[in-house]
């Protein structure tokens, strides 16, 4: 690993201060450095000032220390804003079915899903959250079945599961 200090000019430094840049901008709501690839005396400052917060010496120069912190503080700022990854919940075998009165922690979930979907429609009763494929919760599959316009058998399989992710997903899709 290369080491960065006053005068240099590469890529490299374009990306150390594009990373400060937006952690200053995020910390103080100001951006004191702008991205020119030359490690110039305003970028050797926040170098210094990024060294001192995370304990580190606070030389001025990106040695690696100070590299694989700004890095992995830029990678985490990354993944803290990122879409949430799907997650299939529903078991993805041929002809699965949970059936009536079956306990099973992803009906848990179900059930939530249904409140939020069915929240809409005057006459629906909000379901308690217990696990049960209990007679509430079929009759809720039965009325999304019926509001897709298919049959309304309140078999909880995978057409009705996706029927109701995909609503739900279109519903949460609208308020965000």
Known sequence: MRYYDFNDTTNSILQ??????????IENGVAKVKPNGI??????????????????????????????????????????????????IFPMFDNYEILPNSRDNTIFVIQHMLNEVLNEHDDFTELEINGIYDLPTQNAIK?????????????????????????????NSRQG
């Open 39 to 88: 490690f110039d005396e305003d970028t050797r400052n926040l170098v210094i000032s990024f060294q001192r917060k995370y304990g580190l010496n606070p030389s001025g120069i990106v040695d690696k220390e100070t590299w694989d912190l700004l890095h992995s503080i830029d990678e985490a700022r990354k993944d803290a804003s990122r879409l949430a990854r799907a997650v299939h």
């Open 143 to 171: 009325v999304l079945q019926r509001k897709a316009l298919v049959d309304g058998n309140g078999r909880l399989d995978a057409q009705a599961f996706n029927l109701l992710a995909n609503e739900y997903e279109r519903i």
């Open 16 to 25: 150390v201060q594009r990373i400060l840049r937006e952690l200053d901008y």
